[in-house]
């Protein structure tokens, strides 16, 4: 199998031919399904309609997407970003080991206005679990058999994983789950899930949806209460209906009135009265203790407090220990055979011959430490997948020094807030390195801050909506190993604005290419992007501003950033952090750290004021006590603003040598000094947006002269 960086070097067409997907048209959607006929309808979930058909003689399930006639509300644009996220996850299964209670992903559909995926269940699915709930036909140990599959697949969701959240369903319900021919359960929608190789969802701002009726947390309608305990709450609602025969009554196809209350469910188990439905007493598989079990069991699982509620872990182990399971270890099929693992069930072990062909109860441990898919198991193909579907390679801590050439002086780039930056080469491929380290000398920074960090820029720099900006570094890999931290990025780096903003040699076009292309990153970022809230940068500094060859800013350091995708504010990561020195922003240290995107322009007016004046924050100023870049700037602001003079000032801090550059016009000077001024100014609301920056400076005379060779290819307007 290539490696992560094999695979890399094929370039990207033909990595993404590697990972190509089966993509068909709108007339073979409809063709598979008979024209979407009554008669293959199986139901709906929670954002669309569900049909049975048959694609190249195969027996498939049919998922589609509708934003309109849906039973839940459709925000534009949310139904297409669970079609790419469900897409990239079944991505990410297809080159990994797919957990078999989820649904195979066989096809894809994104035309003539459908939004729909294609499953392959083999064997053929009967129906819904919603359906078969109340049937007579729909046995007790056929129930029992679906409720462990069901919980080994949130088992193996919720496990512990070193380079990312465990996967949180959010949207469990019993019309979402498929049973086949074999009675095993099959997950096929997971249209809200978070975590995992995905976005972290569990505190998205402006959230509108907390789950499906009747399967709710009460608790997940309060922001930030999203837990593996919702998906346990769930759980034991789907428990209690299969034991009672009866569908949660505020189920996906009813929804409830406006007003009327979504959970009666936790009431319901704090009864003393029988939960099991008399008629599945009735088979010779019955035994009462194990109703007492699964009774109790149930009730745990919606508790009010989440806290008192069991583990997924915990409920496997209740459910294995049954009578009823003991029983017919040696011939159910619980979880299909991965990759030839022996079964293990609570002490009792099974021959090849016993297994072979069959489905297991649970996977021994060598294959359980698989799916935490550590460094070992990663370097050997098992890789996260990003969105574009390129990979991202886990380094040892060695292989770094290796790129490096021992973390040599003369591969040094510069400090950032949070560790050192190096050059390096993987091959003949030229790199960057960054490594975080437990302190440094002019920030405190806890190791177990800088995992989190770790933690965060993964997610950031995989999510296509990020990454693909030309201004944002592009990760190769990274490494986790123990307490040695750091990232690998494909980008051949000449030097951080830091040590260039001084320098002669950087001329003035050069450095209006970077103020430019720098402030467009910014606008980019502060962008309203439901239902995310902006993303702010907090800590914004020359030293976190890697140059490339062509004199392009990339913005490499995301240490206190939130918003966007990293939707928690970090606060005990950061909590005597309130951005770089130089560039903290005095309102928002006045406010005990609150932020707004105000304070990332504030950080930004002192980044134009060292690119015009070749002036630099030094750690020397940190020890003489000074905390600001620009107070002399500040100070000269308030003066002219206070002659109501400012406007018509022709005031200009541009260094000497750069006013004499050929391509320097006084009044681009007079009118940047103006613009970096009002980005420092005290007052948060005098200072302009990033739209209005971006703005302004196209309208530079340099700019417009020099549109072509700045890549802005119509003055005037955002490229």
Request: proline share 3%; glycine share 6%.
């Amino acid at each position: 199998m290539r490696t992560a960086i094999e695979k890399w070097k094929m370039g990207p067409d033909r990595y993404r031919r590697l990972f190509a997907t089966f993509s068909i048209k709108a007339k073979q959607l409809a063709e598979c399904t008979d024209g979407f006929s009554p008669q293959n309808f199986i139901g709906n979930f929670q954002f669309g309609e569900v049909y049975r058909g048959t694609f190249q003689g195969k027996d498939v399930i049919v998922k589609i997407w509708k934003d309109e006639n849906s039973l839940y509300t459709v925000k534009p644009g949310d139904n297409e970003e669970r079609y790419r996220d469900e897409i990239h996850l079944q991505k990410y299964f297809k080159e990994n080991d797919l957990h078999p209670n989820m649904a195979k992903f066989y096809a894809h559909c994104d035309d003539g206005g459908y939004r729909a995926i294609i499953y392959h269940l083999q064997p053929k699915a009967i129906d819904t679990l919603h359906n078969l709930i109340e049937k007579d036909t729909f046995t007790w140990p056929q129930r029992i058999k679906v409720a462990l599959g069901f919980a080994s697949l949130l088992e193996f969701m919720h496990a512990p994983h070193p380079k990312y959240l465990p996967y949180l369903i959010r949207n469990i319900d019993a019309a979402h789950i498929l049973v086949d021919e074999d009675y095993e359960p099959i997950l096929f929608d997971v249209s809200m899930i978070s975590g995992g190789i995905l976005t972290d969802k569990r505190n998205i701002w402006y959230q509108y949806v907390d789950g499906c009726y009747g399967y709710i947390d009460p608790l997940c309608a309060r922001p930030g209460k999203w837990s593996d305990k919702c998906d346990v709450f769930s759980y034991g609602v789907l428990l209690l209906a299969l034991i009672g025969k009866r569908v949660s009554k505020y189920n996906a196809e009813s929804p409830p009135i406006s007003g009327s209350s979504q959970n009666s469910v936790i009431d319901f188990g704090k009864r003393n009265c029988a939960l099991l439905h008399q008629s599945l007493a009735l088979g010779s598989d019955f035994y009462s203790t194990d109703a007492t079990e699964i009774t109790n069991l149930a009730k745990k699982c919606v508790q009010s407090d989440p806290q008192r509620r069991p583990t997924m872990k915990k409920i496997m182990r209740c459910l294995q220990n049954l009578q009823i399971v003991q029983h017919n270890a040696s011939t159910w099929e619980i979880c299909k055979l991965l990759n030839g693992d022996k079964a293990i069930l609570t002490g009792y072990h099974y021959s090849d011959s016993t297994v072979k062909d069959r489905r297991l109860l649970t996977w021994n441990s060598g294959h359980v430490s698989q799916f935490n898919r550590g460094s070992d198991y990663c370097r050997a193909g098992k890789n996260t997948l990003e969105e574009d579907y390129d990979t991202l390679e886990v380094f040892s801590y060695k292989e770094l020094s290796m790129f490096t050439n021992g973390f040599n002086e003369q591969n040094f780039i510069g400090k950032f807030q949070f560790g050192r930056v190096f050059r390096g080469m993987i091959q003949e491929k030229k790199v960057m390195v960054k490594i975080w380290e437990p302190s440094n000398e002019i920030y405190l920074a806890s190791q177990h801050g800088n995992k989190g960090r770790l933690r965060d820029e993964i997610a950031l720099l995989r999510d296509a909506r990020f990454s693909s900006h030309p201004n944002m570094v592009k990760l190769i890999g990274y490494c986790h190993e123990e307490e040695k931290l750091g990232a690998v990025y494909d980008l051949d780096p000449h030097q951080t604005l830091y040590n260039l903003s001084p320098k002669d040699d950087l001329t003035w076009l050069q450095r209006i290419k970077i103020a430019y292309e720098f402030a467009c990153l910014l606008e980019f970022l502060h962008a309203r992007n439901l239902p995310y809230m902006p993303f702010l940068v907090r800590n914004l500094d020359a030293n976190h501003i890697i140059v490339d060859k062509d004199y392009s800013p990339k913005l490499f350091d995301f240490g206190m950033s939130i918003g966007g995708i990293i939707l928690d504010a970090r606060i005990d990561r950061n909590r005597f952090l309130f951005g770089c020195y130089g560039y903290m922003d005095a309102d928002a240290l006045l406010d005990g750290g609150i932020w707004y995107t105000f304070s990332d322009v504030y950080a930004y007016g002192c980044v134009l004021l060292g690119l015009i004046s070749k002036k630099v924050y030094t750690e020397e100023d940190v020890k003489n006590g000074s905390v600001y870049v620009s107070d002399s700037a500040i100070a000269y602001y308030d003066e002219e603003k206070s002659k109501a003079r400012f406007n018509q000032a022709r005031f200009s801090l541009v260094e000497r040598k750069l006013s004499e550059d050929g391509d320097h016009f006084a009044r681009d000077g007079a009118e940047l000094t103006r613009l970096a001024l009002q980005c420092v100014a005290l007052d948060l609301f005098e200072r302009p947006s990033m739209k209005q920056v971006v703005k302004r400076l196209l309208n530079l005379q340099v700019v417009r002269k020099h549109a072509k060779e700045l890549g802005i290819r119509q003055v005037g307007k955002k490229n």
